[in-house]
């Protein structure tokens, strides 16, 4: 498993909604995915998902997801193995993936399944990082900059909507690596995506955020 820093046309795109922000204390109680093929959306994977203890209403406040809600839904590790059969081995996308629901998916996967999750993913986070300058990359700041509805945020299948469009719309962006190049250096201080530039002595990798640059 490896975090990628480039543009594929075959994807399932993710998000998870939990019940709090720690992944060995907290629970999933929702997973949604959506199959991107050639760009084009090929398929989605929703459900919610029953934790087996009450949801924190500041969890429900954020997500809109009670107890209620969750009552009649399957456990972990049914929830688990579907999204798994439905994603493969494709490459996951998701916004900040990877200090997030990788970790989450990588624990229930551990104490559920007894096996870890293999896929290598893309963090749009890191991705608009490197190709745009914003006050704030939440995933609903990426949306409205590139002018997507953000109705709904907060539920993981509408998140995973937001998100594929706002994928897309970074492939269209100067810079963008795609899968048939080599893939970009993760920069070792700030942990984002190194862009190809030009200088006055040829092309370097760099990410303008920390300053950083090394030989291409």
């Not at 992944?23 to 093929?37: A, F, K, W």
């Not at 050639?38 to 949801?55: D, F, M, Q, W």
């Not at 007894?114 to 704030?136: C, F, I, M, Q, W």
């Amino acid at each position: 498993m490896a975090r990628l820093n480039l543009y594929t046309k075959d994807y399932v795109v993710f998000d998870l909604e939990t019940t709090g922000l720690s992944p060995l204390q907290d629970e999933i109680i929702e997973i949604s995915g959506i199959r991107v093929r050639e760009g084009k959306t090929a398929g989605e994977y929703s459900t919610l998902v029953n934790p087996g203890r009450k949801i924190p209403s500041s969890a429900s406040l954020i997500n809109g997801i009670t107890d209620n809600m969750v009552r009649e839904a399957p456990a972990l590790k049914t929830a688990l193995e579907g999204f798994l059969d439905f994603a493969g081995q494709d490459i996951l996308v998701g916004h900040n993936i990877h200090s997030f629901d990788m970790k989450f998916l990588q624990a229930g996967m551990l104490r559920e399944l007894g096996r870890e999750l293999t896929n290598d993913y893309v963090d749009t986070l890191y991705l608009a990082k490197g190709l745009l300058s914003l006050p704030r990359y939440r995933l609903t700041d990426l949306a409205q900059h590139f002018h997507i509805e953000t109705a709904g945020a907060h539920r993981a299948l509408q998140d995973c909507v937001m998100n594929q469009q706002c994928y897309e719309k970074l492939a269209e962006l100067p810079g963008m690596p795609s899968g048939d190049a080599d893939h970009a250096p993760v920069c070792p201080r700030c942990g984002s995506l190194l862009m190809k530039r030009n200088g006055k002595y040829g092309r370097f990798w760099g990410f303008p955020g920390c300053r950083y640059t090394r030989n291409a």
